[in-house]
């Protein structure tokens, strides 16, 4: 089955500066790749998501890159704001099948 | 719409006892997913349904747990006899046809002594 690696767990930026969250991922079949964000208390909530055949996509200070090739994945958050404190998780499926999940990265943006 | 709608939200219980968590997806929606998120483990997914068909339930932990989807409006995950390993939050969540965008509810968070 899919495998997928998200890397840091843990990120901690000045308020302002910019967040990258990295996943790796297992199944070169796999073709969906959705961004969640998690606030306390509170379900998964899509932020972002890409489709293999394209290689970045952006929303305001949101944006994914996709290396199909290396199999890995990128999330990046833009002039950082506190709001963006949540844990965030990546993931991959193959298109209308399972979601397999990141083990998650908690951000905390600093005032 | 109101989302999906998981209940209770919080749940304790006393090992042994049986449990039943509840979720009603979106409206329309025809793909339901549950799914366990633990410190440990994370983001796991149980089973998934399909049209009100169990189509993998390779993540059920063992025979303790059940799910059923009786109609496409109402799902149930059913732990019995629960074991004080099964404290964690559970999310359902759910997906319209041909879509890839899955929705999750708020959670039931179990707690078992």
């Known amino acids: 089955g899919e495998n997928v690696e998200q890397h840091p767990s843990t990120l901690s930026v000045q308020e302002g500066d910019s967040a990258v969250i990295k996943c790796t991922y297992s199944?070169?079949?796999?073709?969906?790749f959705p961004w969640y964000k998690q606030e306390l208390g509170k379900g998964p909530q899509l932020i972002i998501d890409?489709?293999?055949?394209?290689g970045e996509k952006k929303d305001q200070r949101i944006a994914v890159t996709l290396n199909k090739t290396a199999k890995h994945f990128s999330l990046h958050i833009t002039e950082t704001q506190p709001e963006d404190s949540a844990v965030y998780f990546c993931?991959?499926?193959?298109?209308?099948?399972?979601?397999?999940f990141g083990a998650g990265t908690t951000v905390t943006v600093r005032a | 719409d109101a989302g999906v709608i998981q209940s209770p939200r919080h749940e304790v219980t006393e090992m042994g006892q049986e449990v039943t968590l509840r979720c009603k997806p979106i409206?329309?929606?025809?793909?339901l997913f549950w799914y366990r998120q633990t410190m440990m483990r994370g983001l796991e997914l149980l089973i998934y349904?399909?049209?009100?068909?169990?189509?993998?339930d390779s993540g059920m932990p063992e025979d303790r747990f059940s799910a059923k989807m009786p109609n496409a409006s109402f799902s149930t995950l059913k732990i019995q006899p629960s074991e004080p390993r099964d404290s964690a939050v559970y999310f359902c969540?759910?997906?319209?046809?041909?879509?890839?965008?899955?929705?999750f509810g708020q959670g039931t968070r179990l707690t078992v002594v």
């Open positions: 969540a759910s997906r319209g046809s041909g879509a890839t965008e899955a929705f």
């Open positions: 199944d070169s079949a796999s073709n969906y």
């Open positions: 890409i489709r293999s055949n394209v």
């Open positions: 993931a991959a499926s193959r298109g209308d099948y399972k979601l397999s």
């Open positions: 409206s329309g929606h025809n793909s």
């Open positions: 349904f399909n049209n009100n068909v169990p189509i993998d």
